[in-house]
């Protein structure tokens, strides 16, 4: 499949891309394509504008700040596997990433184009509501701290406005035990349906239009996943007891 036709406009700098996004009707942001691209491929997006980041400069970071670590725009996921920083920081993220697609995909996504993109059976959505980080939305207007509570409102749905970009994503370190665990049909695949446990407060993904925090005690109270061919709304309810009491185990 061929995308449909588009304008391109590639900044190298925030300001640039900012000023773009404020300016154009019906832009999106081109992060590491792995979402996007195939989402264009099959004409399920339809943007008149690309507003593609990857030639801004220094927008890859990934450092430590108020007790956590912080993931600018441009840093891949692989770089997050990878950081040494986050291992020591925040080892539950190095642990999710792993369990993110595959390591070729990982090269060229990025952790914060997951969260934008919020897919239900992500990962990364999960792990940021668990642990209760934030993400900073930057802007013509200027910078805006979005929590993990507001930031994922429905099915690839967020609360960024059209015109912000999403400059970084927070994690504070965990204090406690951690745990991420998934139920997959195939290594790599999206989730059928996923537990993270920070602490005491646990995360499921998979099984709401957004990432949900539920009780440890009773998991699937008052969840009413969908079914698809791969699994009932029941078997999934049953998945994150079993995933809940595997993290809680851990
Ligand atoms: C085969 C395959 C398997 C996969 N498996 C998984 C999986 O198991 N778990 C998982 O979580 N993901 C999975 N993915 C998705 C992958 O992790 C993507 O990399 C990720 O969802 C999006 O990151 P990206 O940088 O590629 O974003 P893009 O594809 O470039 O963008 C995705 C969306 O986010 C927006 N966006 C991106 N960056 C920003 C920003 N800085 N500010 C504002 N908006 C932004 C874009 O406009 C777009 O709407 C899979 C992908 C593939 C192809």
Redesign the pocket.
Known sequence: MKPPPFEYHAPTTIAEACALLAGLDDA????????????LNFRL?R?SHLVD?NRVRGLDAIYERDGGVAVE??A??ADVEDSEVVARVCPLLSAAMR????RV??N???????L??A?P?????AVLLALGGHVV?RSTRGDRVISAEQLFRGV?ETA?APE????EAWFPAVSGAFAITEE?RRH????LAGAVRAAERLALFGVAPTPVLADPKDPGRGLQPSGDLEATPEFRVHLVRVLARRVFAA
């Open positions: 999106k942001v081109l992060a590491g394509g792995q979402s996007l691209v195939p989402l997006a943007p980041i725009a441009l891949r996921q369990l993110v697609a595959h995909i990982r060229r996504g990025t952790l914060c184009g997951s934008a993109h897919d059976a992500s990962e990364l959505p939305a690839m960024l912000e970009l999403l400059v997959s790599g695949d999206f989730a």
